[in-house]
């Protein structure tokens, strides 16, 4: 009995967290530049559906149209201990979406001809030993050179600090390729961590010093950085995990340090709908290399993926959605894009498994904001 009152009252909080911030929208869409006033409600129905649903205690979004970001803001709370707001600067962990702003760094390297992408990687990142096949970072970012994922709970969940991107290739480089690349599309994180290796053998920079003047400055991304759980983050969201029971639990410790490129990032979802714009209105690459990035790969026998050159590539009513989601501990986000129309939009959780739940509800907010009055 006890436990059931505490559930009803955190929902009871969550509610009025959701109302507090909630004014903001509403008087934002009012302006021209902003969302229109009535598909700002439908929008907000949307949220609070979704989070009602799924039991989520904060959520961060940031809407783009016409190539500028026209509204952001938070509902619910980022942390429920402390009764702290969700809101559009919480600082959330990307998990997954790490991997287009990695990609995107591999492609500038590639349009400055200081990485030949069908070279065998190990020529730009000699920490990865050779195979017993030839592998390439364009391969890589496909997801298919044949380099494996996690193999375990205990990988997941590593509390150990590494301190360079190298140094987390010991957890897998001594190991052979699952298959010979090309040949089967498989997902891996581990593969994005060599991709930083080879940002940083290409280039001569740290790999996040690299992003940081190439990618999030020009962006104007503010907030992004790599995830470190030693330093104080301001605003940092507490993250949450659901038992079979739907009782809420704090997430389990985890240190991305040996991740960073394939899904070691954290920040916030405005700095992610800069990095859409940036990309859209192409700050960060050319018109051909996004292309490229946003076209279907294909394994040797001609099968077409899902996935391009760190992104997954999708359609919506007739339209490319180019996305991508993220899961791990802490968090689910998702960015989707759909770039001929400057459209995006950038969901952040801090709660754990919800990612397939925020990639319906973006498309659900994307067919609100195209619908003709």
Not at 71 to 92: H, Q, R
């Amino acid at each position: 009995m006890r436990h059931r009152f505490s559930q009803a009252v955190l929902f009871l909080f969550i509610s009025v967290a959701f109302m507090a911030v909630a004014t903001s929208f509403s008087a934002q869409a009012q302006s021209p530049a902003g969302v229109a006033a009535d598909k700002a409600e439908r929008i907000e129905r949307a949220i609070s559906a979704e989070m009602s649903r799924s039991n989520i205690p904060g959520v961060s979004v940031a809407i783009v149209t016409d190539n500028k970001l026209q509204w952001s803001n938070g509902y619910g709370l980022a942390d429920l201990e402390n009764f702290v707001p969700a809101k559009s600067s919480t600082v959330y962990r990307l998990g997954s979406i790490s991997k287009p702003i990695t990609a995107v760094a591999v492609m500038q390297l590639v349009e400055r001809g200081k990485l030949d992408p069908d070279a065998p990687v190990q020529k730009y990142c000699s920490a990865f030993p050779e195979k017993q096949w030839p592998v390439t970072a364009r391969q890589i970012l496909g997801h298919l050179g044949g380099i494996r994922h996690y193999k375990g709970i205990e990988e997941v969940n590593s509390t150990r600090r590494y301190e360079t991107v190298a140094a987390g290739l010991e957890i897998f480089k001594s190991e052979p390729l699952l298959h010979e690349p090309g040949t089967k599309y498989f997902y891996t994180t581990y593969g994005y961590s060599v991709l930083g290796c080879a940002v940083e053998g290409a280039s001569g920079m740290k790999f996040t010093d690299f992003l940081r003047d190439n990618i999030f400055k020009p962006a104007g991304m503010n907030r992004m950085r790599a995830d470190d759980i030693a330093e104080l983050i301001i605003n940092r969201a507490q993250g949450y995990q659901k038992t079979r029971s739907g009782e809420l639990r704090n997430s389990a410790l985890a240190d991305t340090s040996y991740k960073i490129p394939g899904g070691g990032l954290v920040s916030t979802v405005e700095d992610l709908a800069r990095f859409a714009i940036a990309l859209q209105t192409g700050a960060l690459a050319k018109k051909d290399t996004l292309e490229q990035m946003y076209t279907r790969q294909k394994t040797r026998d001609g099968n077409q993926i899902g996935y391009g050159l760190g992104w997954g590539i999708n359609e919506r009513k007739g339209m490319r959605v180019v996305a991508h989601g993220g899961a791990q501990q802490r968090v689910s986000t998702y960015l989707f894009m759909l770039p001929e129309k400057g459209l995006a939009v950038a969901l952040m959780a801090n709660l754990e498994g919800v990612g397939g739940r925020l990639n319906e509800l973006s498309g659900q907010i994307a067919d609100i904001l195209l619908e003709q009055k």
